[in-house]
Antibody, heavy 120, light 107 residues
């Protein structure tokens, strides 16, 4: 069973860069069929998929965030990261990292989530 | 983007009731639908994948059905711990998208 844990800054000023890391344990990020995803949830609202990176290092991003987004992986540390530039209050959310499996892409492993507030 | 329209947004029910939550996709997505349960302050938990396959460890009172554009999550007999929020998600194409959620409340 994979365990995921987010870490990073909980408060970011407007126009600055949001940076988060997800540490993966209980298995390798080279596990066949898995993609490594970021998903966010604004307070009191629904879930929004941000993007993912697969085992080959290929990324796919939500077009609504693509121009500001970078997802990368550090396999030596078994972790992956999110950078979102030029943040505004609309980026305030709980950010989850998740391992999602298979062609059907179901997310069966989630971090606990970390709240990131964008405020001056 | 594929839109997932989930209904109802909330419902009131009693322990032991049978409830059904629906999700409609804006285009045909075969069986590429997953269902999640989210408790307050917690990460979503996978219940059903590929429209109808029960995730390991999930009670059998949960079931899913549908294909194409219309999907349902059914809870056959509500238990106290089931009064939380449920989301559908399509994985037919990126961006992955979620329904707006259904909050199940105690009547």
């Amino acid at each position: 069973q994979l365990q995921l844990q987010e870490s990073g800054s909980g408060l970011v000023k407007p126009s600055q860069t949001l940076s988060l890391t997800c540490a993966v344990s209980g298995g390798s990020m080279r596990s066949d069929g898995y993609t490594w995803n970021w998903i966010r949830q604004p307070p009191g609202k629904g879930l929004e998929w941000i993007g993912h990176i697969d085992q080959s290092g290929s990324t796919q991003y939500n077009p609504s965030l693509k121009s500001r987004l970078t997802v990368s992986v550090d396999r030596s540390k078994n972790q992956f990261s999110l950078k979102l530039t030029s943040v505004t209050a609309a980026d305030t959310a709980v950010y989850y990292c998740a391992g999602c499996f298979g062609v059907v892409t179901f997310c069966d492993s989630w971090g606990q989530g970390t709240l990131v507030a964008v405020s001056s | 983007d594929i839109q997932m329209t989930q209904s109802p947004s909330s419902l009131s029910a009693s322990v032991g009731d049978r409830v059904t939550i629906t999700c409609r996709a804006s285009q045909s997505i075969s069986s590429y639908v997953n269902w999640y349960q989210q408790k307050p302050g917690k990460a979503p938990k996978l219940l059903i994948y590929a429209a109808s396959i029960l995730q390991s460890g999930v009670p059998s009172r949960f079931s899913g059905s549908g294909s194409g554009t219309d999907f349902t999550l059914t809870i056959s007999s509500l238990q106290v711990e089931d009064f939380v929020t449920y989301y559908c998600q399509q994985s037919y194409s990126t961006p992955l998208t979620f329904g707006g959620g259904t909050k199940v409340e105690i009547k």
